[in-house]
């Protein structure tokens, strides 16, 4: 099993509180869908980025880890190019990948455990209400988060195996035998919460 997606350090970003990271990530999603501005959304997109790599993670891991998003990020830019404009795609482009900068860059310097306890603070005022139990939506937001990079490892060992056997690396191909493996694996992992009692049925 791979490790979660946090890293060690002592950036900025590792020394402050998790809650910190989460009003910060939360105001600053706002902000990027309320401003349209290109002066401010390119220098905006710097600063994620800047921020990103601060966290002490490689660039070559870094990227690793943002791609495929970033590639969904482009399909959409480019879809808002198609149907309205150059500006329009640009303004998308910016504003989703540097949302897409500081969660990963507070995911790496996060622990799911930390960010399972705050969630669950979080909630508790609601559960008393009995909107929500909040142990089990942390525990599902923890499981998501841990695992994220096991399901990259899982394609990453699909696209190596049709490669050695000459086969061409399709999206069909290769998506269908990871969705199928996640879902074996949800099963699972499934079955041993309720085995241990970690929810409620």
């Known amino acids: 099993m791979l490790n979660g997606l946090d890293i060690e350090g002592d950036s900025p970003l590792h020394l402050m509180p998790v809650r910190g990271k989460l009003v910060l ?8 869908f309320i401003v349209s501005d290109l ?10 980025a800047i921020l990103y790599l601060s966290t002490g993670i490689g660039f070559r891991e870094a990227l690793r880890r943002v791609r495929f998003v970033l590639f969904t990020v482009l399909l959409v830019a480019a879809a808002n190019y198609a149907f309205h404009s150059l500006h329009e795609a640009l303004v998308v482009f910016c504003r989703l990948s540097a949302l897409v900068l500081l969660a990963a860059a507070v995911t790496a310097t996060t622990s799911i455990s930390a960010f399972m306890d705050e969630i669950t603070r979080l909630l508790t005022p609601l559960e008393r209400f009995g909107f929500v139990r909040a142990a089990d939506v942390s525990l599902a ?3 998501v988060i ?3 990079p096991e399901i990259f490892a899982r394609y990453g060992e699909i696209t190596d195996a049709h490669r050695a056997r000459g086969l061409p ?14 879902l074996k694996d949800a099963d699972t992992i499934a079955m041993a919460i309720d085995a241990r009692g970690f929810r409620r049925h």
């Open 146 to 148: 841990r695992f994220v």
């Open 39 to 48: 002066r401010i959304l390119v220098p905006a997109l710097g600063l994620s």
């Open 25 to 32: 990530l939360f105001a600053a999603a706002i902000g990027l």
């Open 141 to 143: 937001v923890g499981l």
């Open 169 to 182: 690396v399709r999206p069909l191909t290769t998506l269908v035998p990871l969705i199928i493996l996640t």
